[in-house]
């Protein structure tokens, strides 16, 4: 890239729309316009569609005139427009193109003409796709938008003392990836998703991974239930160090029955020899005991003060002491 004056530019590629006059009374040398990125075109390259300036002279009200591999501007006023769109003819339709596929808008001539570039290359290689680029097509795939749908439906499903969370991961993530085609999510996105989480929040590595596992199930979730992408990339395996359990002696753990309230001494005197959780036992029902096997049955769980039913494959089987 290099840059022209407006006169240099126009001198070149319109001289017939240079007047003296223009110059001699600084119409077209003032400081913000006096040069522009002049695009040099890759061998080769072909321009997708063309460029177009959105808007008019909001002085005069007139078209801006767009002055060869330099942009738009009215000569009149040295108003430029702040926004563009490529104008893309697509099997007998006419898609209008304002931004890239991240969302960034196309508000200088050069990044439309990068864009258009792109668009090109992938119109040789039958890789386009209007849905990547139209705003009201693109805001479908954005991660942001999956990931707010994922944390609706996943919350409903989700045990209520982890559904906060739940949903500080997805926020974490939606702020990571913002814009980004969800159909275009790699490893390497992943990967520095894992690292963003060790850099701001100085995560151990059991956080990290539970971070990690949430956008997995995620990306299972386009897949399996929305059926927008077709496989899901690759995820890092993450070693985490298994925290030493820490046993409690009899003699301690009768010290320590001691001090619990009368009122509270049954269900923490059931809790002891049978390790099942103080949520299970809480939500243990009559029918759940079977007197004559001298067992019971775990079928529900109570998450913070709301019960809950186990899921299928997922109740067990104790025997009483």
Same mark, same amino acid.
């Given at each position: 890239?290099?840059?022209?004056?407006?006169?240099?530019?126009?001198?070149?590629?319109? @001289?017939?729309?240079?007047?003296?006059?223009?110059?001699?009374?600084?119409?077209?040398?003032?400081?913000?316009?006096?040069?522009? *990125?002049?695009?040099?075109?890759?061998?080769?390259?072909?321009?997708?569609?063309?460029?177009?300036?959105?808007?008019?002279? @909001?002085?005069?009200?007139? @078209? =801006?005139?767009?002055?060869?591999?330099?942009?738009?501007?009215?000569?009149?006023?040295?108003?430029?427009?702040?926004?563009?769109?490529?104008?893309?003819?697509?099997?007998?339709?006419?898609?209008?193109?304002?931004?890239?596929?991240?969302?960034?808008?196309?508000?200088?001539?050069?990044?439309?003409?990068?864009?258009?570039?792109?668009?090109?290359?992938?119109?040789?290689?039958?890789?386009?796709?209007?849905?990547?680029?139209?705003?009201?097509?693109?805001?479908?795939?954005?991660?942001?938008?999956?990931?707010?749908?994922?944390?609706?439906?996943?919350?409903?499903?989700?045990?209520?003392?982890?559904?906060?969370?739940?949903?500080?991961?997805?926020?974490?993530?939606?702020? &990571?990836?913002?814009?980004?085609?969800?159909?275009?999510?790699?490893?390497?996105?992943?990967?520095? =998703?894992?690292?963003?989480?060790?850099?701001?929040?100085?995560?151990?590595?059991?956080?990290?991974?539970?971070?990690?596992?949430?956008?997995?199930?995620?990306?299972?979730?386009?897949?399996?239930?929305?059926?927008?992408?077709?496989?899901?990339?690759? =995820? *890092? /395996?993450?070693?985490?160090?298994?925290?030493?359990?820490?046993?409690?002696?009899?003699?301690?753990?009768?010290?320590?029955?001691? /001090?619990?309230?009368?009122?509270?001494?049954?269900?923490?005197? &059931?809790?002891? @020899?049978?390790?099942?959780?103080?949520?299970?036992?809480?939500?243990?029902?009559?029918?759940?005991?079977?007197?004559?096997?001298?067992?019971?049955?775990?079928?529900?769980? &109570?998450?913070?003060?709301?019960?809950?039913?186990?899921?299928?494959?997922?109740?067990?089987?104790?025997?009483?002491?």
């Amino acid at each position: 890239m290099y840059y022209l004056t407006v006169e240099e530019s126009l001198r070149k590629y319109r @001289p017939e729309r240079v007047r003296h006059s223009d110059v001699a009374h600084g119409r077209i040398d003032r400081p913000e316009y006096s040069s522009y *990125p002049c695009v040099e075109k890759r061998q080769g390259a072909k321009m997708a569609g063309h460029i177009r300036a959105k808007g008019k002279c @909001p002085v005069c009200g007139k @078209p =801006f005139i767009e002055i060869q591999k330099l942009g738009f501007i009215c000569l009149e006023h040295q108003t430029v427009p702040k926004r563009l769109y490529i104008d893309l003819p697509w099997h007998g339709q006419r898609i209008r193109v304002f931004s890239d596929k991240s969302g960034q808008v196309l508000d200088s001539y050069d990044r439309a003409d990068k864009l258009s570039d792109r668009i090109g290359e992938e119109l040789e290689n039958h890789a386009f796709d209007p849905s990547h680029y139209v705003t009201a097509e693109a805001s479908k795939f954005w991660s942001k938008n999956l990931l707010q749908r994922f944390l609706e439906d996943k919350s409903k499903v989700v045990a209520p003392s982890y559904r906060s969370h739940y949903k500080r991961i997805v926020t974490i993530a939606q702020d &990571f990836f913002k814009t980004q085609d969800v159909r275009e999510i790699r490893k390497l996105d992943v990967i520095n =998703f894992a690292d963003y989480c060790r850099e701001s929040f100085t995560w151990k590595e059991k956080s990290v991974k539970n971070a990690v596992d949430i956008l997995k199930t995620f990306m299972n979730w386009l897949r399996e239930d929305l059926e927008v992408i077709t496989t899901v990339p690759p =995820f *890092p /395996t993450i070693e985490t160090e298994e925290a030493p359990v820490k046993w409690i002696h009899s003699k301690d753990q009768s010290k320590l029955f001691n /001090t619990v309230r009368d009122e509270d001494k049954p269900i923490v005197g &059931f809790l002891m @020899p049978h390790g099942c959780r103080p949520g299970e036992a809480r939500a243990l029902k009559c029918k759940d005991v079977d007197l004559e096997s001298q067992s019971m049955t775990i079928n529900a769980t &109570f998450s913070a003060e709301v019960y809950r039913e186990k899921r299928k494959g997922s109740w067990n089987h104790l025997f009483v002491r």
